[in-house]
């Protein structure tokens, strides 16, 4: 009979977590799965969004349980940022974690991307390549049913197919939309080039999901399952014999011989303690909330670097009125973007950037001001269709480096309901990120030129978009970083950390598919162990 | 998860986030604010109970609401029209801006200001169906979250666009999709001093670049 609880035990239900648990339950393992929050099914966050006020607040239609505070529950996390820019990000803590409310792109790295500073001298390198990760990318396009092009340059340089690619990717590009036809008609001429966007919401019946229909509504939930998100990981893993436990707050892991982690303790909505054992640890518990987990139990933490080097996509954003009808808001929430910038030369002196053009129906965006103008009547019907015709919005994903002093601490002078402290976030942007500011300036001139544009909102400030990247960070070298390219910690062999956190470069593009490709890696490397 | 977790889980769901839910027990409005809501928005059947939540939020958020929207009942009397466009082109500025007051809700959906970066802010739901800012574009875009063609409609010219000439292939991806021009275009300086905050026109943009 076994002395522990479970083979292994996660610590974080989302996207990251639950791959890892589906990957243990297949080899045959005893998982346990910890979530902080609450069950929430697709119909009843649906349900809240049709009778909430804020449309356009993704963690709205969740529950901000006060065990469990979400990113936007007031002075959960505490910021220290710049004058110009407010550190703001996004996240939930529910079954099924952050992916319940994306958009579900899902970028590949590109092979320099996990060589940065041996190619461009900034940075850090991956302590792994592209090659080593690529079979893991294509089994987990599989798993989430990842809709793309092998057939375009996805690095903007002239490569031909470009990451190369063992495998196609497991469905096949929607339509393009009409505003994507307009964009890539004007600005093709100008030298940039629209490409598709990979994502996650099936072009045709996958895995049991129905293919999308635009009902443009990715965020904050995808209305009819199309779109993937962490809660088909769970599903899959629980109907595989995975014990899901919510509303479950793990909040110290426990040491023993060897530095070995023997157990997790983890505290209900009651304020009832509880302790569970297992041969191996997983914390998958998002990139702020896993740093966090860490140094309240102080583990993992032998390098100083466990809450350090958080990075986001930290860029710039332009609103503006096009001379033509465009239409946004036809199909999904994004389906191209443009990134001619997103691996040149250059990223030896500035942020790279890769430009991304939202698809969202701009009624709410267009409408409080005309009503601000006091229009009424048919003046202001015909403004409302006119200027949602002609809206646009193009922003930036933009690269940061890892630094030390931008970092995510436990504040342990703001307790949750059950006493445990919330986040304080010093993250301040430096010349590497706002020496794309002028590049992209000039870009964005000729996309408003293009379309003789009336600026709504010049792209001068600066915004996340809720990437968090290198918290708990990878590297072959115990002193510098946190895990080893298996995601193992370098100070406990049975704890490993299954998070975007861990990427040492954040490039340009959305992590969620290269955190779930090493999650995957990892767990087959644990079933191997266990 | 199995059946009785998930009635476990449903029993113990709170509501979402913002504190910003229909309230069950808005009144009706008053015949003679529901007549005037729905002469300023042309709905003649609109629901005077959404009519009357918006009122009683708006009175909520500002105290001088309810006396100035007293007053602008007794104006439209006055005007004695039931030409929307006749009303309105005879309200005084002041009494747009009551006008306006009452019909926002009836458009956005919500009064106050929701945050798009907080669960705290002082928005509150009043429809989402009967949200009128939907209805000027519902040929084109859908209401967000319901359905409005089948996989890939969007790929057609909108309705009412006449699209301009554009590159053959241009509905592909991949091999066949419209290759850019290899050298970038160099942009128009108004549009970079636009872009950079200094003016908001060209014309702004063009004294600025002209005293530079």
């Given at each position: 009979m076994s002395n522990y609880d479970a083979d292994v035990i996660i610590i974080g239900s989302g996207a990251l977590g639950a791959n890892a648990a589906n990957q243990l339950a297949i080899a045959g393992k005893s998982v346990i799965m910890l979530e902080a929050g609450p069950v929430v099914p697709r119909w009843k966050a649906l349900e809240n969004y049709h009778n909430i006020s804020a449309k356009?607040?993704?963690?709205?239609?969740?529950?901000?349980?006060?065990?469990?505070?979400?990113?936007?529950?007031?002075?959960?996390?505490?910021?220290?940022?710049?004058?110009?820019?407010?550190?703001?990000?996004?996240?939930?803590r529910v079954v099924g974690g952050t992916t319940r409310h994306w958009a579900s792109a899902c970028w590949r790295l590109l092979?320099?991307?996990?060589?940065?500073?041996?190619?461009?001298?900034?940075?850090?390198?991956?302590?792994?390549?592209?090659?080593?990760?690529?079979?893991?990318?294509?089994?987990?396009?599989?798993?989430?049913?990842?809709?793309?092009?092998?057939?375009?340059?996805?690095?903007?340089?002239?490569?031909?197919?470009?990451?190369?690619?063992?495998?196609?990717?497991?469905?096949?590009?929607?339509?393009k939309p009409y505003m994507l036809q307009r964009m890539q008609s004007k600005l093709g001429p100008l030298g940039y080039q629209v490409t598709h966007e990979p994502h996650g919401r099936a072009s045709r019946p996958y895995d049991g999901r129905p293919a999308c229909v635009g009902n443009n509504m990715c965020e904050p939930v995808c209305p009819i399952g199309a779109m993937y998100s962490g809660d088909v990981h769970v599903d899959k893993a629980v109907a595989r014999g995975v014990k899901l436990l919510p509303e479950s707050v793990a909040f110290k892991l426990e040491k023993g011989e060897k530095n070995r982690i023997v157990a997790v303790h983890y505290r209900k909505p009651d304020g009832s303690d509880h302790k569970l054992t297992a041969k191996v640890f997983i914390v998958a518990a998002h990139g702020l909330e896993t740093p966090k987990l860490l140094l309240v139990s102080d583990v993992a933490n032998s390098s100083d670097q466990v809450g350090r080097n958080l990075m986001d996509h930290t860029g710039m954003s332009m609103n503006f009125l096009s001379d033509e009808p465009l239409w946004t808001g036809r199909g999904s929430v994004q389906h191209g973007c443009i990134v001619n910038r997103r691996d040149e030369p250059t990223r030896a002196k500035h942020s790279a950037i890769r430009y991304s053009f939202r698809n969202l129906v701009p009624n709410v965006d267009v409408t409080p001001d005309l009503l601000k103008q006091g229009l009424m009547g048919k003046a202001l019907e015909d403004a409302i269709r006119d200027r949602t015709s002609r809206f646009m919005n193009i922003s930036t994903m933009s690269e940061t480096l890892p630094s030390p002093t931008n970092r995510v601490q436990p504040n342990p002078d703001?307790?949750?309901?059950?006493?445990?402290?919330?986040?304080?976030?010093?993250?301040?942007?430096?010349?590497?990120?706002?020496?794309?500011?002028?590049?992209?300036?000039?870009?964005?001139?000729?996309?408003?030129?293009?379309?003789?544009?009336?600026?709504?909102?010049?792209?001068?400030?600066?915004?996340?978009?809720?990437?968090?990247?290198?918290?708990?960070?990878?590297?072959?070298?115990p002193k510098n970083s946190v895990v080893n390219s298996d995601l193992r910690t370098h100070d406990h062999e049975n704890l490993f950390l299954c998070t975007t956190g861990v990427m040492p470069s954040s490039a340009t593009v959305n992590p969620t598919l290269t955190g779930v490709a090493l999650s995957i890696r990892a767990a087959r490397q644990i079933a191997k162990e266990v | 998860m199995d059946r009785r977790q998930l009635l476990l889980a449903l029993a113990a769901i709170p509501l979402a986030s913002n504190a910003s839910f229909a309230q069950n027990s808005g009144a009706a409005a008053a015949p003679d604010v529901a007549a005037l809501a729905r002469l300023l928005i042309g709905r003649p059947d609109y629901s005077d109970v959404i009519i009357g939540r918006a009122q009683a939020f708006q009175a909520d958020l500002d105290a001088t609401f309810a006396a100035r929207l007293a007053g602008l009942v007794q104006a439209v009397a006055r005007?004695?029209?039931?030409?929307?466009?006749?009303?309105?082109?005879?309200?005084s500025q002041a009494e747009v801006a009551t006008a306006v007051q009452l019909i926002s809700p009836l458009y956005l959906g919500y009064t106050g200001s929701p945050s798009t970066t907080s669960n705290i802010d002082n928005s509150r739901f009043v429809t989402f169906l009967k949200a009128l800012m939907y209805e000027p574009t519902a040929d084109n875009v859908p209401r967000p979250s319901y359905a409005h063609g089948g996989p890939n409609y969007w790929t057609a010219t909108p309705d009412g666009v006449k699209a301009p000439p554009m590159p053959a292939d241009?509905?592909?991806?991949?091999?066949?999709?419209?290759?850019?021009?290899?050298?970038?275009?160099?942009?128009?300086?108004?549009?970079?001093?636009?872009?950079?905050?200094h003016a908001k026109t060209l014309a702004e943009a063009e004294a600025w670049l002209a005293k530079k």
């Open positions: 356009r607040n993704w963690c709205a239609p969740y529950p901000n349980v006060p065990w469990a505070p979400s990113a936007y529950t007031d002075g959960y996390i505490q910021a220290k940022s710049d004058p110009d820019f407010d550190y703001v990000t996004s996240y939930l092979p320099n991307d996990f060589k940065l500073h041996s190619t461009y001298g900034v940075g850090r390198d991956w302590p792994i390549s592209y090659d080593d990760l690529e079979p893991w990318y294509v089994q987990a396009e599989r798993e989430m049913g990842v809709v793309g092009t092998g057939e375009e340059d996805q690095s903007g340089q002239g490569r031909g197919h470009y990451p190369p690619r063992s495998a196609p990717y497991p469905l096949p590009p929607e339509g703001r307790k949750d309901s059950i006493g445990l402290p919330g986040l304080k976030v010093n993250y301040h942007l430096d010349d590497y990120v706002r020496g794309m500011r002028d590049q992209a300036q000039h870009d964005f001139a000729n996309f408003i030129g293009a379309f003789n544009g009336t600026m709504l909102d010049a792209p001068t400030g600066w915004r996340n978009q809720f990437h968090i990247m290198g918290t708990v960070i990878m590297g072959n070298d | 005007i004695g029209s039931k030409d929307r466009e006749a009303v309105i082109a005879g309200l241009i509905l592909e991806w991949g091999d066949k999709s419209p290759k850019a021009a290899s050298t970038y275009a160099t942009p128009d300086p108004r549009y970079v001093v636009i872009c950079q905050g």
